[in-house]
């Protein structure tokens, strides 16, 4: 990674009311490198992207991205800069086509190279080309959550940030989704994967950090935590 990361979170701490979730963690993403965040379910996964987009404040830290700091702007501004946010659960709209959905996602960012865009969708997810005047609630689970991705993808982020892509996929549909996620990033998209799915998350990513009660508890090249046992077993579950 260059001295100067796209992303360059120091110090962070956020939460809700009295809870303190984030106790000062530090984290960067270089241009083009895909970095795994994991950790289980509860211990502030959703909390960090949430403060990066903007739309739970930090109540301390810096969060700088693509050479300026974002930790006081409002969400739009943030993804007019370029960070995108594909939230768990797909938030697709059901009752609008596939194109509709996929239409929305230049809606704030890059409108006018939204033909080129879906073509470049369409060349990562050719099922959507298919499907494309189909309802998005029609779809099978995979199917829409590619349609989340592409979705995102529509508004030329620098940084997409992938909330639990995996969830609820059949094991063969993981595989694939992954395998998409490597040709986002060949397109020169940066990824932050934030995952409970540890094995192949640490297969795809450059680096990982863990994540265990609002702090990370290590961090380093993903291929070097994939084989330490023992962090696997204290930290993962595994």
Known sequence: M??????????????????????????????????????????????FNRTLSGIVRARAGHI??????IEREKPAAIVGRGLIHVP?????????????????????????????????VFGIFPRLRERQTQYAGTLSGGEQQMLAIGRGLMAEPKLIILDEPSLGLSP?????????????RAGGVAVLLVEQNVVQSLDIADRAYI????????SGPAAAIGADPELKRA????
């Open 2 to 47: 260059s001295n100067d990361p796209l992303l360059d979170v120091r110090g962070l701490h956020a939460g809700y009311g009295e809870t303190q979730v984030l106790r000062g963690v530090d984290l960067a993403v270089g241009a083009g490198e895909i970095v795994a965040l994991l950790g289980s379910n509860g211990v502030g996964k959703s909390t």
């Open 64 to 69: 700088r991205f693509d050479g300026a700091n």
């Open 88 to 120: 768990e659960g797909r938030r697709i709209f059901p009752n609008m086509t596939v194109r509709e959905n996929l239409d929305l996602g230049s809606y704030a960012r890059a409108r006018a190279r939204r033909s080129d865009n879906l073509e470049r």
């Open 172 to 184: 063969l549909l993981v595989e694939e989704l992954f395998a998409l996620i490597a040709r986002i």
């Open 211 to 218: 994540l265990a009660e609002g702090t990370f508890v290590m």
């Open 235 to 238: 930290y993962l579950g595994l």
